[in-house]
């Protein structure tokens, strides 16, 4: 069934009206009917069924608002704070993490990060970033949309405080502990809140390492096997995902 995302705002009117990309994509790329049904949601949580009131027009597109779907069980809360990779990687990795359940999603310029953003460049990419988010939420059926944050620099960022709950970082230094280890201890201890740190291309620097560790991340393996930057950030959130619900 279609789903469509209505800001929490509209909820109370009598009517509901799906506008700008929401309302094309209802009219012209589904070309849904009067009569049809779909289910809308408000990045929050809320979802609720609706009616197509009358013929869609890609301007706008009403709805009769239905009963409302069972809440969601609830998720730990996981943030990815990732390193921003080259290429098209950030979109496939704001994407599947959303697909996998994430909060909330932190880009991070590091010494190693080959792309370079200037202010009206940055809040470009954290639209068309969080447009992908919202996308992926429709296709999963995930109700809860998560933030994604404006590019930041990495010592801005660790400058800022470590969030509450577990701070892990994917690390390649030897002798660090394994995920499956640090993850179980906080499964035994009911942790809800986590952050999950994935590096750049070639890792962080063993300053930039240093200083997280310093402020709090606990370092971890992911395992024998060097993973590439999308790989880790997919296998981190789905263990993280996994021990913690």
Known sequence: MARFFLPPSKWSAPVW?????????????LRLRQG???????????AAHAVVAEAPRSSGV?????????????????????????????????????????????????????????????????????????EACKQCG????????LPVPFAEWLGRGV???????????????????????????SVKKASLLVGPEGDFTEQETAAALEAGFVPVTLGPIVLRVETAAFFGVAAMRYALD
């Open 142 to 149: 995930q109700n809860t949309l998560p933030a994604v944050e």
């Open 36 to 46: 049809d049904a779909c289910v809308v949601f408000d990045g929050r949580g809320r």
């Open 62 to 134: 009403l709805l009769t608002p239905g009963e409302e779907c069972p809440p969601a069980p609830f998720l730990a809360s996981v943030t990815l704070c990732q390193a921003i990779p080259k290429g098209a990687n950030m979109d496939l990795i704001i994407q599947k993490a959303v697909e996998l359940g994430v909060s909330a999603i932190v880009p991070l310029i590091t010494d190693r990060t080959i792309v370079r953003l200037n202010a009206r460049e940055a809040e470009a990419k954290r639209q068309k970033w969080q447009r992908i988010a919202l």
């Open 17 to 29: 009206e799906l506008r700008g990309d929401e309302a094309h994509h209802a009219a012209k790329v």
């Open 163 to 189: 969030p509450d709950g577990l701070n892990v970082i994917a690390s390649l230094v030897p002798g660090v502990r394994p995920v499956r280890d640090v993850l179980e201890e906080a499964r035994g201890r």
